[in-house]
């Protein structure tokens, strides 16, 4: 069967799947590279002699390093308007290229010609292709993966934020003891590497099969589904797969739009659409504000200032150790995602973050160094669980709890959430510190308290679902008026023919999809408009009930 599949780069089946999700990755370990470059460089003298401005001005340094915020913020904004028509691939290659040309305009910055302007500029730029490609990327590798690894995948993603992370962090070390340039032009110039990566392998790996559907390009949709799996071009594995999608295009209320609206975010009913929303969005909120951003902040200040008082170099090698943690501990969602599932994960991290919080406030209050040891563990223990749990997780979830058509914009938002609330801890933390010291890790640590009942109350379980049961799940809770996490408890594992009986059970479709599977060319896509303008028609009449 696999012998007579399409190919992508000579690839078909798990191959290909296996480079899809290693571009993807490469994505993230850019995303993660970028994130901590700064961390090594903003504060050193290399990096103030070209720009004075920086020099022993805390506010001038968070702004610089914040700033990057707000450019992920833009590139989230701007996949939220046009990311339907772009299609994941073009906008993957955008991005790319974007943090491309921002990290050249960063390196050419120097003396005597505004440097601190220029910088700054790039910062902004690096950071619109970051938020393109963090809002594009977990939607096409859940789009493209199988039920059956379609968690790990994504989850391998948010952890090897981790890495590049670590990565960036080494390398700022070694640098500090090369030359003036050296030190800080080359960490931020080894980014473009994952760039061109990104940009290069995406002009030959295929599009989203269900972004093709949605666009109604069945022929390339059944082209790279049956690459994809290691089908045979027409096969009935491939035309099943198809019509799956195809039912929870026409079930979304939307099919036939080349773009869905901003407006089909706020619509209730059996797609739920507005509720997946703030779901997703929900899990990029609590990442942020649950005091991760306050505790690679304050770390190596804790070292360096009571525990390895005046020893600034042994204060960045326990730096770079915790950030060894943080990648190790990463990788333990990969082995679990799938076995314990996210929403049990979800709140072990929220325990775990909260007591480590807590652990951290309590050996403050004392002000001695012995106490600011047992601090030290409280931050160790807390980057642990972030990096098992919470690091990965909101990159995942959002990703597979919305339905296809609203999964790009409503993506986009959970990454400008993401961005919006990252820049604002960012800015307030050393505030908090400054002013209310051990107070700021008591506020975090009830901070996290709080999203217990919200994940308990409101996260269903995705586990091991496909994409369409997902769907299912919601119009299940619906019509059946119970809680959706009680609805995705007691709905079974289903396989594709059942998802489209259910399908039909709840309301989502009226007819199946399967005149289409036998129908090619012209024909199978004027029967497919019919059904999508039947679907739009009927969504349009029901609008005012669903909301």
Request: charge should be negative.
């Amino acid at each position: 069967m696999a012998s007579t599949s399409p190919t992508y780069m000579g690839l078909r089946g798990r191959p290909l799947s296996l480079m899809v999700s290693t571009v993807a990755t490469t994505g993230f370990l850019l995303f993660g590279y970028d994130q901590g470059v700064m961390s090594g460089i903003i504060g050193s003298n290399q990096f103030a002699n070209v720009f004075e401005e920086v020099r022993d001005n805390a506010t001038m340094q968070g702004l610089v390093t914040a700033i990057y915020e707000i450019g992920c913020l833009i590139g989230a904004m701007f996949i939220l308007g046009v990311g339907d028509l772009l299609g994941r691939r073009r906008a993957m290659m955008i991005g790319g290229a974007i943090m491309i040309m921002g990290a050249t305009i960063q390196v050419t910055s120097f003396p005597g010609h505004a440097p601190l302007a220029q910088f700054i500029i790039g910062r902004v730029v690096t950071g619109v292709g970051n938020g393109i490609n963090t809002s594009t990327i977990p939607t096409y590798q859940a789009e493209c993966s199988k039920t059956s690894n379609r968690g790990l995948l994504i989850c391998i993603e948010g952890g090897i934020i981790a890495f590049g992370t670590v990565i960036a962090y080494w390398i700022d070390y070694g640098c500090s003891y090369g030359s003036e340039d050296l030190s800080w032009r080359f960490p931020i110039a080894f980014q473009t590497i994952f760039g061109f990566v990104v940009c290069l392998s995406m002009i030959f790996l295929p599009e989203s099969p269900r972004w093709l559907l949605t666009h109604e390009r069945y022929e390339d949709a059944e082209y790279v589904i049956s690459a994809l799996r290691g089908y045979e071009l027409g096969s009935e594995e491939t035309q099943t797969e198809r019509d799956i999608i195809l039912d929870s295009i026409r079930a979304s209320g939307f099919s036939g739009r080349k773009s869905t609206p901003v407006k089909a975010l706020l619509s209730g009913g059996k797609t739920q659409h507005l509720r997946r929303m703030l779901i997703g969005s929900s899990s990029q909120l609590m990442q942020q504000v649950g005091g991760c951003n306050a505790v690679i902040y304050y770390f190596p200040i804790l070292f360096e200032k009571q525990i390895t008082v005046g020893d600034e170099d042994m204060a960045l090698l326990m730096g770079g150790v915790n950030m060894i943690v943080y990648a190790i501990f990463a990788t333990t969602s990969w082995f679990i995602i799938e076995r314990v599932g996210r929403r049990k994960l979800f709140l072990y991290g929220t325990v775990g973050q909260c007591l480590s919080m807590v652990i951290t406030f309590s050996c403050l209050i004392p002000g001695t160094p012995t106490a600011a040891k047992g601090a030290a563990v409280g931050l160790f223990t807390y980057i642990a669980s972030f990096g098992a749990t919470w690091l990965p997780l909101p990159w995942l979830y959002p990703a597979e709890i919305n339905p296809i058509k609203t999964r790009a914009k409503a993506n986009a938002t959970s990454t400008c959430t993401n961005w919006l609330f990252n820049f604002l801890i960012v800015m307030v933390t050393p505030i908090m510190i400054a002013k209310i010291g051990w107070g700021t890790y008591l506020f975090f640590a009830v901070v996290n308290a709080c999203f217990l009942p919200i994940i308990w109350f409101f996260y269903p379980e995705t586990a091991k679902r496909s994409l369409e049961e997902i769907d299912i799940i919601f119009a299940k809770g619906f019509v059946e008026k119970k809680s959706y996490v009680r609805a995705a408890e007691e709905l079974p594992l289903l396989t594709p023919e059942q998802v489209e009986q259910e399908a039909l059970k709840y309301g989502l479709i009226d007819t199946a999809a399967r005149g289409a599977a036998q129908a090619h060319g012209p024909a199978g896509v004027t029967h497919e408009k019919a059904l999508s303008e039947k679907s739009e028609e009927e969504s349009g009449s029901h609008e005012e009930v669903e909301n």
